[in-house]
C-alpha cells in the first residue's frame, strides 16, 4: 500500500505570494492533519480534516487555510506569504479522527524569500 | 512553560548502550506518540500509547497516566538509531509535540 505523498516536495516563493500543497493519504485514511515544523517553533498543529469537514485547527492565523476533497485528499494553502512561513510542512493520515495512530508524509519544505 | 517537556534535547552514546528518553506533560490527554524524525525531514511513527507499556524490537515505551510522564527505551543502541525522537501528545484530533531529543549514536 502506498505511503502518503506530498507536492510538491520543495518550493521557493517570495513575500506576498500564495502557496498551495498537496497531500495524498493512504488509501482508506479519511482523516488528514497539517503540520508546520520551524528551527524556532518545533512541531506545530495546523489542522486536521475528516470526512472533508475541518474538525480542529491550530493556533494559527487566517492566512493558511485548506480543504480535504471526496477522494480524503487534502491542500493547505497560504496567502500573502511571510518571511516566518519558511518551514517544513507535514500532513499526517489516519483511519479517523482522534483515535488512531498517524502516517507521516515526507514533507513540503517552502521557503520564502 | 510547555505543555509537553522532554529531556535531554540532546543525547551522546557510544554502541551498545541503553539509552531513555524522557517526556513530561502538563495536559489531559487521550494518547501519547513516540516519533522518530531522520535528517532530511521524514517523519515515523514508533508507538502509539495510551497506558502501560508497548515493545517492539529494541525500542520500548511506558507511559504513567497518574505521573504524567512516559520514556522511550533504545536497547543495546546503534548509529542507525540516531535521529531526533519526538514525544507527542494527543488531546481530540489535535497533536502538541515536545521539542525533540537529538540522539546520536557513535560506533
Known amino acids: 500500500k502506498a505511503g502518503v505523498t506530498q507536492t510538491p516536495r520543495y518550493l521557493i516563493k517570495t513575500r506576498g505570494q500564495q502557496v498551495t500543497l498537496s497531500c495524498s493519504p493512504i488509501?482508506?485514511?479519511?482523516?488528514v492533519s497539517w503540520y508546520q515544523q520551524t528551527p524556532g517553533q518545533g512541531l506545530q498543529f495546523l489542522f486536521e480534516?475528516?470526512?472533508?469537514?475541518?474538525?480542529n485547527k491550530g493556533n494559527f492565523p487566517g492566512r493558511f487555510s485548506g480543504r480535504q476533497f471526496s477522494n480524503s485528499r487534502s491542500e493547505m494553502n497560504v496567502s500573502t506569504l511571510e518571511l516566518g512561513d519558511s518551514a517544513l510542512y507535514l500532513c499526517?493520515?489516519?483511519?479517523?479522527?482522534?483515535?488512531?495512530?498517524?502516517?507521516f508524509g515526507p514533507g513540503t519544505r517552502l521557503t520564502v524569500l | 512553560k510547555n505543555e509537553v517537556e522532554q529531556s535531554p534535547q540532546n543525547l551522546t552514546a557510544q554502541e551498545g548502550e541503553f539509552i531513555t528518553i524522557n517526556c513530561s506533560y502538563s495536559?489531559?490527554?487521550?494518547?501519547l506518540h513516540w516519533l522518530q524524525q531522520h535528517p532530511g525531514g521524514g517523519i515515523v511513527s514508533l508507538f502509539m500509547?495510551?497506558?502501560g507499556k508497548k515493545k517492539h524490537g529494541r525500542l520500548i515505551a511506558t507511559i504513567n497516566i497518574q505521573e504524567k510522564h512516559s520514556s522511550l527505551h533504545i536497547t543495546a543502541s546503534h548509529p542507525r538509531d540516531s535521529a531526533v525522537y519526538i514525544c507527542?501528545?494527543?488531546?481530540?484530533?489535535?497533536?502538541?509535540f515536545g521539542e525533540g531529543t537529538q540522539l546520536t549514536v557513535n560506533p
Open positions: 480534516y475528516f470526512s472533508e469537514t475541518q474538525r
Open positions: 507527542a501528545v494527543r488531546s481530540g484530533s489535535r497533536l502538541t
Open positions: 500509547l495510551s497506558s
Open positions: 488509501s482508506g485514511h479519511r482523516s
Open positions: 495536559v489531559g490527554i487521550s494518547a
Open positions: 499526517a493520515s489516519s483511519w479517523t479522527s482522534g483515535r488512531n495512530e498517524q502516517f
